[in-house]
């Protein structure tokens, strides 16, 4: 089972800052910002190439929580990244969408 998986299950500890029935958000343990969430599904989903018609309920309801989520880490401005597959630097083979902020940011996305 993968790594997100066990932290939805309970297996893995983790500090959450949202739950519902279809996501979960948490600290990423490597921060990139002084705000580093994780927005997951609680749906194994590999990667955005995976989403369809019948699981993209999933990714609405991310995005539709996402500001609240923001919201409640104090910060009104964020960026939102997803990565989908290897080459984008994808670690975890389980949708996730890191919400980063509490810094002013460039415009560019690469190093």
């Given at each position: 089972m993968c790594v997100f998986c066990?932290?939805?299950?309970?297996?893995?500890?983790?500090?959450?800052?949202?739950?519902?029935?279809?996501?979960?958000?948490?600290?990423d343990l490597n921060p990139q910002a002084p705000v580093h969430v994780l927005a997951v599904p609680k749906e194994h989903i590999c990667c955005a190439n995976?989403?369809?018609a019948e699981n993209s309920k999933y990714v609405a309801h991310i995005?539709?929580?996402?500001?609240?989520?923001?919201?409640?880490?104090?910060?009104?401005s964020y960026r939102i990244i997803n990565n989908c597959?290897?080459?984008?630097?994808?670690?975890v083979k389980h949708l996730h969408f890191h919400l980063l902020g509490g810094i002013k940011m460039e415009e560019g996305l690469l190093k």
């Amino acid at each position: 089972m993968c790594v997100f998986c066990e932290i939805i299950n309970g297996n893995i500890p983790s500090t959450k800052v949202y739950e519902d029935d279809m996501m979960v958000a948490f600290k990423d343990l490597n921060p990139q910002a002084p705000v580093h969430v994780l927005a997951v599904p609680k749906e194994h989903i590999c990667c955005a190439n995976a989403i369809t018609a019948e699981n993209s309920k999933y990714v609405a309801h991310i995005f539709e929580k996402l500001p609240e989520i923001a919201k409640s880490q104090g910060i009104d401005s964020y960026r939102i990244i997803n990565n989908c597959g290897d080459d984008a630097g994808q670690t975890v083979k389980h949708l996730h969408f890191h919400l980063l902020g509490g810094i002013k940011m460039e415009e560019g996305l690469l190093k």
